[in-house]
């Protein structure tokens, strides 16, 4: 990213559930980075798969990020409304033979080892009942994670020519994240670390359109007792209504963040003009962690919650 480009962030949640602790640290922390560089903050509803989307979730999001004081600039961009642009995309590719049709079947990928091994890529297949693949010229095998380093790649998913259109008609996730931050002039991707792994290929289509690439930086996840991450398939309860700053210093003890001293007798603006000031990305701890406890962590500061989260 060019040192004289304006930040740009973003938080890109998909309807598919409420906002819950998990999906609190990834906003908030995009939300501080980008304010911290005098930056702007973009949402994106990312409702491009209907069979897994929640009657009522977009809306609901928007409220929950209000609530919790993450006020965005500009207007929302749902991606229901930009298939025009995806659809663009797709043609680009294929007018420079760039992707192709391919109709292997989910079972015979598995019997490959969950890799695909590039099988259709010279039978020129008609679109009938056919996804469209990627045809990788240049695989990426790692990128700079602005928190965790060189980050390398399996070798065989950098080299895969993943999907870009899904045999059912949808638009596949990793065209349309890049078309999108593209399009909204995205320069910093501040998310969770459960999507460390698809960054390789999304930087492989930016280098195939001849895009620049944002900066990256993948946060801790909140995790369970059991281990697994909070997220919607797994139940993880929805983000309270009450008063949000008591989650918001938990939020901000688990990324190894500075507290405002007396937040109790502070209000919600002034909590977070003192977490956009005092943001700190180095404190940002590299491991997951179960949510902090509320009774005790809102009184550490970044250093102390640093060490105890790594």
Known sequence: MSATLPCIGRFAPSPSGDLHFGSLIAALGSYLSARAQQGRWLVRIEDIDPPREVAGAATRILRQLTHYGLHWDGDVLWQSQRHEAYRAALSWLREHRQSYFCTCPRSRIQQLGGFYDGHCRDLHLPPDGAALRLRQHAPVYGFDDRLRGHLQAEPRL?????????????????????????????????????????????????????????????????????????????????????????????????????????????????????????????????????????ATTPFLNGSQQAMISR
Not at 167 to 188: K, M, P, S
Not at 232 to 238: E, G, S, T, V, Y
Request: proline share 9%; glycine share 6%.
């Open 158 to 294: 950098a080299q895969e020519d993943f999907i870009i259109h899904r045999r059912d008609g949808l638009f596949a996730y990793n065209l349309a994240v890049v078309v999108d931050d593209h399009f909204q002039g995205v320069t910093e991707i501040v998310r969770g670390a459960d999507l460390i792994e698809p960054t390789v290929r999304q930087i492989a289509l930016y280098q195939q359109f001849g895009w620049p690439e944002p900066a990256y930086l993948h946060l801790p996840l909140a995790i369970n007792p059991d281990g697994n991450k909070l997220s919607k398939q797994n139940h993880a309860p929805a983000l309270p209504d009450g008063d949000p700053r008591p989650v918001l210093v938990q939020a901000l003890s688990f990324l190894g963040q500075w507290v405002l001293p007396g937040w109790q007798d502070q209000g919600l603006e002034a909590l977070l003009e003192h977490a956009v000031t005092h943001w700190d990305s180095a404190s940002i701890p590299r491991h997951n962690a179960q949510q902090p406890d509320e």
